[in-house]
């Protein structure tokens, strides 16, 4: 099991890499997003480094989810999916390892490129650090909710939309555990460590959940 | 033959839904007549929030009643999931809508009650949030079975959906309690008994079961509804020869 694990994962990081395109176009995407915020909300210095936290999670959540939208549909169309299916190993466990391709292709990078965009909306520096960890952390979450939705569309024409409205709601405790643990540097409560913590519980959480209900999605798909 | 087989057979749920049905609509209009003769003539005026009080027995049971359907939804799919049966895929698909109406009106009712008492109409706390993000799930459920042809496969995936966004129901129960907020805690379903006064409870309570027997009333209805077009369905595809 571990092995067909390690396979998918070595198969789809080397057609990530080899394609291209996926990783450069999500980062670009983030940057389109930071860079229209200044415009919107005008370039007031004090305003940006206040909602720069809550407004990089936004970009983050939403580059997360425009990049896993055909995360199954090349193998759904092209029938690997089908194999997969077929083969010994479980299809949670290759959800498991879509979904860990996934997060070390887009979720990681733009966690860690998230916060040094951050200096384009005045992010305070103090901030870049916790910032950066909570996002390692929840864009965890993200990959795997995000997979779960790609799976519960595959193999719909329209799945884009209705991939953001099935799997937004399910982000929302994400986003705000993972503003609180950096945004509670600023306030006189610190409950940063705790809103830490809460957004570990939810990763795991979607770790246990994700691949068992992508599983049984891409099943109702194949039959 | 077990008794939940027995009704779950589509033909002999309708024969039962039909005896049953205008049982339950008397039953609803006598307990909303009860329960808004005491909340809005009997039961007296709060001393700080004057007759706006009133809102909250139309607001409290419908926000209970959202949970509850979400509840009942994600049930029936965990049933359809497990023991393949479709009546309980027309029972989740049905409570739907149902849930989302009541979902809707307890936000809206909150939302005119938090004007003259908040100040405001809408605040971001964890309560309301919650119950928005109920909202959201209730529509992408609906959105699932408008968005796939194949009913079967609707049904699967719509059961997956229905059962991951349960998740959020003892979030939004317990928000109150987790979190500090804005939205006053739990006073009447809580450890050590309720807090509120027996006046106001009587009616609030006659409402919360007034709300339950109208979701019954129009969730039967529904599903006689869901039943009926799936047999027009197939009749169709019958008759232009796709399935025999």
Redesign the interface.
Known sequence: MTSAFMSILKRDLTLAFRQGGGIGTAIGFFLTVVVLLPLGLGPDQNLLSRIAPGALWIALLLSVLLSADKLWQADYDDGSLEVMALSDTPLEVTALAKASVHWLTSGLPLAIAAPLLGFLLNLDTALVLPLMTAMVTGSLALSLLAS?GAA??V??R??GL?VS??I???Y??VM?FGVLSTSGFQTSIDNSGTSLLILAAIVL?ALV?SPF?SA??LR??L? | MSSIERFANPTRFLKLQAAVQPWVWAITIALFAIGLYLGLVRSPTDYQQGETVRIMYVHVPAAWSALMVYSVMALASIVAIVFRHPLADVAARAAAPIGACFCFLSLATGSLWGKPMWGTWWVWDARLTSMFVLFLLYLGYMAVWQAIDDPRRAARVAAIVAIVGFINVPIVKFSVDWWYSLHQPASVFRMGGPTIHKDLLMPLLVMGLAYTFLFLALHLKSMRTEIGARRIRQAELAQTGAIR
């Open positions: 779960l519960i569309t193999g719909l329209q799945g209705l409205l099935l937004l709601p399910l929302v405790p705000i959480v959940v209900a049984a999605a109702s798909y039959r």
